[in-house]
């Protein structure tokens, strides 16, 4: 992919070197497109851009843009993966305290509907046990199969591994 010139030029008029505004193009892809974070964590840094300047380069070299986001999509997939973590892993403390409150209020004879106690711990239990399932590899559902010799016949006939003729002997 051939990428664009860049002709970048500072407020002063002078020219904005080409791997500074590569290296900021980069901060912006890192921080998801924040042209207001990049901007802040570039300043921080020591390499002062305007956001309106960094909008503008977003803008002007899409090109560019693609070229660091593809080179960089294993670690920016890297930091979803965490990010989606820590949220799971906080949500999941959220619903076991709440789990542990409804049962402690349930205990104390403190609960107005205890069906829908009921019900909420149940559809909890029920998604939990989902999730387990799933992130272990382990089967979430059980496809019960007709299990009659008959029908067992009939599917190997169909798949052609016996003849039509077999029959079910009931001794």
Do not use: C
């Not at 791997?19 to 900021?24: I, K, M, N, S, Y």
């Not at 008959?150 to 016996?162: D, Q, S």
Request: glycine share 4%; charged share 35%.
């Amino acid at each position: 992919m051939e990428l664009e010139r860049i002709n970048a030029v500072r407020p002063d008029k002078s020219k904005y070197e080409d791997d500074f505004v590569d290296q900021a193009l980069l901060h912006l892809v890192l921080n998801d497109y924040n042209v207001r974070r990049t901007a802040r964590e570039l300043t921080a840094a020591g390499m002062k851009v305007p956001e309106k300047t960094l909008a503008g380069w977003r803008d002007a070299y899409p090109r560019r843009l693609q070229f660091h986001a593809t080179e960089t999509a294993r670690e920016l997939e890297e930091r979803i993966v965490t990010k989606h973590r820590a949220v799971a892993s906080a949500a999941l403390d959220g619903v076991m305290l709440a789990t542990e409150k409804e049962v402690e209020k349930i205990k104390a004879g403190d609960v107005r509907d205890y069906a829908a106690s009921a019900r909420n711990l149940a559809t909890t239990s029920a998604i939990s046990t989902d999730k387990l399932l799933a992130l272990t590899g382990r089967p979430s559902s059980i496809v019960q199969h007709d299990r009659k010799p008959e029908a067992i016949l009939a599917r190997l006939a169909k798949l052609g591994v016996v003849d039509g003729t077999a029959e079910v002997d009931d001794d």
